[in-house]
């Protein structure tokens, strides 16, 4: 019996110190963690977490990747204010966030990762609306249209009559910028009734819910929900990662980017992750159905990090039905 207890005792014992040195190192580890704060659009969220995922695991648990979804102007907000390292971008740096990032002193280099054909989904049920022109989005989507145009039956003739429920990204959302440029002609000008969210699963839930429902987000949504979907097509161009790649899915073809603070581009973490996102963003651009740059693109987003070429090929605008080969040969302005 006192054996047994002994043995217990001695069990207890070392238990306890085995527990004790664990919470030790567990402190010591948690302390030498270098952590990347990256925030932005929703719609890089899935290839940025992707590479952060599979970069925090090549790292051993030595660099912790947070990746937010603010939305690309919510990104940049924060972005600009200095507090995150890293920021997801659907569309383009603009003029007034390039003026707050040079007010807070935050230069940042550009860098495109991948293509995106943004889709215009409706309910599988829908069995009317398989090609939309751009006028028609834009008799729905445009100012003039809230609180009139409220029925399919007015979109075209022949369409039934169906109350149109609107689904969209939200006001912070890089995605509703630049699907108001291409549709409606001017950023950010939309009719307001609609179901907003910054979050695309929650506009994937809605309209997957709604026979009668209409929204708009990035590929990658729609290819992760295609039994819960229907795809339209865009002037009698469907997307895909051909119709992106030969140009002919305009003007819903799109850059999307990661930007990096001035601020954060010297510290021996980011540089690595950068460097990791960059030698695998093809991969996994196509894992989640966007449309990879050719590899020379990758190369010369390096280069361009490495010399810290800061500024925007966009000089702080839109711009609309870009093709891949022509946003390469721009050159970076401040």
């Known amino acids: 019996m006192n054996f047994k207890l002994n043995s217990l005792t001695v069990l207890g014992v070392t238990s306890l110190v085995a527990a004790t040195f664990g919470l030790t ?43 937010g979804v603010s939305g690309t102007g919510g990104g940049f907000k924060k972005f600009c204010r200095g507090e995150t390292a890293i920021s997801n971008a659907s569309r383009p740096i603009l003029q007034k966030e390039i003026s707050d990032c040079k007010a807070n002193g935050v230069r940042y280099v550009e860098l495109p990762i991948a293509y995106d054909a943004l889709t215009v989904v409706v309910n599988p049920q829908n069995t009317w609306a398989k090609s939309l022109t751009v006028a028609e989005l ?22 039934p009559n169906a109350p149109l429920k609107l689904f969209g990204p939200g006001t912070n959302s890089g995605t509703f910028d630049y699907f108001t440029e291409a549709v409606v002609g001017k950023a950010k000008s939309s ?42 097509a865009v002037n009698g161009v469907s997307p895909s990662e051909a119709t992106v790649k030969n140009g002919s899915y305009t003007p819903l073809s799109r850059p999307l980017f990661i930007y990096v603070s001035s601020k954060s581009i010297d510290k021996p973490e980011v540089k690595q992750f950068v460097k990791f996102y960059l030698q695998n963003a093809a991969k996994f651009s196509k894992e989640v159905r966007y449309v990879a740059l050719p590899s020379s693109a990758y190369t010369t ?34």
Request: charge should be positive; glycine fraction near 10%.
């Open 25 to 67: 190192m567990s402190a010591v580890q948690s302390q030498s963690v270098s952590t990347i704060t990256v925030d932005g659009s929703s719609t890089v969220f899935p290839i940025t977490e992707a590479a952060a995922e599979d970069f925090q695991k090549a790292q051993g648990g030595r660099v912790r990747v947070t990746v």
């Open 138 to 159: 834009k008799k729905i989507w445009e100012p003039g249209a809230q609180g009139k145009v409220s029925n399919w039956s007015q979109v075209r003739s022949g369409f």
């Open 301 to 334: 987003a390096q280069s361009h990090f490495n010399k810290k070429r800061f500024g925007s090929v966009f000089g702080g605008q839109e711009a609309v039905g870009l093709k891949i080969d022509e946003l390469m040969r721009r050159d970076a302005k401040e």
């Open 191 to 232: 009719r307001g009734d609609f179901t907003a969210s910054e979050d695309d699963n929650v506009l994937v839930q809605g309209i997957s819910r709604d026979k009668n429902a209409l929204g708009y987000f990035g590929y990658a949504y729609y290819a992760e929900n295609s039994k819960r979907l229907k795809a339209v």
